[in-house]
């Protein structure tokens, strides 16, 4: 289904828009499983957001026309690849963080369920990362080395957790270097502000006791 989603995002930005209203989960994340599910739909969700609200931003009318141009959707595809990727990492971490708080799960168990979680996310959109140049394998070992410093006891807790996604929608997003000087701030705040409603929806959701047994069980 995420892989469906994403390409759908990938065609034009009106279908992008609609797509997402639509897809929108308000279930109990009470399992692993829905933990996945969640990392990955809203790692979709806000790279969509950002990267056209951003791209719109600086064209103004013109975006219609631009949007148009099939060597620029290339390149809009490409930078999507590429910002879900970091936006998946930091959801991740977080949501499993937040998750598994406490010492009732080790933090090697931590790591695994993480790395579960953005496996599954990365895997979901194996055919759209081929196509638009993102290597799921790297991908991945780039994931596993972030988890090798990740502390997850208050690091990973943290707001500035998030810190790959707005740094990879400046870097990807398909605008001159020039006018990129001038927006860096803007645009990584941007991004930072969009996850606040995305933590808000997660605790909301949440029932960390729930998934907490899951995994214990799984242990024992």
Excluded: C
């Excluded at 999507?80 to 010492?103: K, P, R, Y």
């Amino acid at each position: 289904m995420i892989s469906a989603f994403i390409n759908r995002f990938l065609e034009t930005s009106q279908m992008v828009v609609s797509a997402l209203t639509v897809r929108r989960d308000t279930s109990a994340i009470d399992s692993v499983a829905a933990l996945e599910r969640f990392a990955a739909s809203r790692a979709a969700f806000v790279t969509q957001k950002k990267l056209f609200g951003y791209l719109k931003t600086r064209m103004g009318t013109k975006w219609p026309t631009v949007f148009a141009d099939e060597v620029y959707r290339q390149s809009i595809n490409i930078a999507a690849a590429q910002i879900f990727a970091a936006s998946l990492s930091d959801l991740t971490i977080h949501a499993v963080a937040t998750a598994l708080e406490g010492d009732a799960v080790s933090d090697d168990t931590k790591t695994a369920i993480a790395r579960r979680v953005f496996h599954f996310g990365i895997a979901e959109n194996e055919g759209v990362n081929v196509a638009y140049g993102l290597e799921s394998a790297s991908a991945r070992a780039d994931f596993d080395k972030r988890l090798e410093g990740t502390d997850w006891t208050f690091g990973a807790l943290q707001a500035e957790n998030f810190n790959r996604s707005p740094a990879a929608l400046l870097k990807w997003s398909p605008i001159a270097d020039e006018l990129k000087k001038f927006d860096g701030e803007i645009v990584e705040n941007s991004m930072k502000f969009a996850w606040i409603d995305v933590r808000r929806d997660f605790a909301a959701r949440l029932d960390a006791s729930a998934i907490v047994r899951e995994v214990q069980g799984q242990a024992d």
